[in-house]
């Protein structure tokens, strides 16, 4: 059976792959699993039907058979655990990669969706050029943390697993910001995952559907 997911209709980030669903479409590309999507305009998203299944109206939603799930990470956690390729054989090891997609959202994540409020909905706010620094400097934090467990390998724990698609869905938000310039291990990282055939595959889908509906 086919999974359905949803997306935005028009994507607030203009087809960057910063949407949820990006880390979805992801792992559905990196297990080869084939996937239909529905798209969901901002209206939509607040409707009753959307809500049954994500119950803060929020995207991605992942539909098969009669199953029904929300939030990115429990998606991701799914695939990887019904598809070979995004989680190791070896007990242990699956542990330590479901340990660092916890530790993407649970703790890198949150300061750098803090810096995008800073920068996109605070920027005019009096307080805004005081703000933006001590968040900046968090994230810092948290970059040299990460900077320091990855060193010299190329992922996070041998293989690339579901922990790096996630991190590196995390860590790939601050491509703009400058801030991936000063810890050049984590910045090749990004770019070792958004070389793999898988990532490109779910980014050109993305963008092709913030492409139309720019056309639209």
Not at 16 to 35: F, I, K, S, T
Not at 133 to 155: F, N, Q, T
Request: glycine share 8%.
């Amino acid at each position: 059976m086919i999974p359905t997911i949803t997306a935005f209709e028009r994507s607030p980030d203009g087809g960057r792959g910063l949407a949820r669903d990006m880390q979805v479409r992801w792992a559905l590309e990196e297990v080869g699993q084939a996937y239909d999507v529905r798209l969901v305009s901002f209206g939509g998203m607040k409707q009753p039907a959307h809500v049954a299944i994500s119950p803060f109206g929020n995207i991605p939603t992942y539909e098969e058979g009669n199953l029904a799930l929300f939030e990115s990470g429990a998606i991701v956690f799914h695939i990887a655990e019904r598809h070979a390729g995004l989680l190791p054989g070896d007990a242990n090891a699956r542990s330590r990669a479901i340990a660092w997609m916890f530790a993407a959202f649970s703790t890198v994540e949150p300061p750098i969706l803090e810096r995008t409020t800073a920068v996109i909905l605070e920027r005019d706010a009096p307080w805004h050029d005081e703000r933006l620094p001590l968040v900046d400097d968090r994230i810092r934090k948290r970059l040299a943390e990460l900077s320091r467990r990855l060193g010299d390998s190329e992922w996070l724990d041998g293989a690339f697993s579901a922990g790096d698609l996630v991190m590196v869905g995390v860590v790939r938000r601050l491509n703009r910001s400058g801030l991936l310039n000063e810890f050049p291990n984590l910045a090749a990282y990004v770019a070792r995952g958004e070389a793999r055939p898988a990532f490109k595959r779910a980014f050109n889908a993305q963008l092709a559907v913030a492409m139309a509906a720019s056309n639209g």
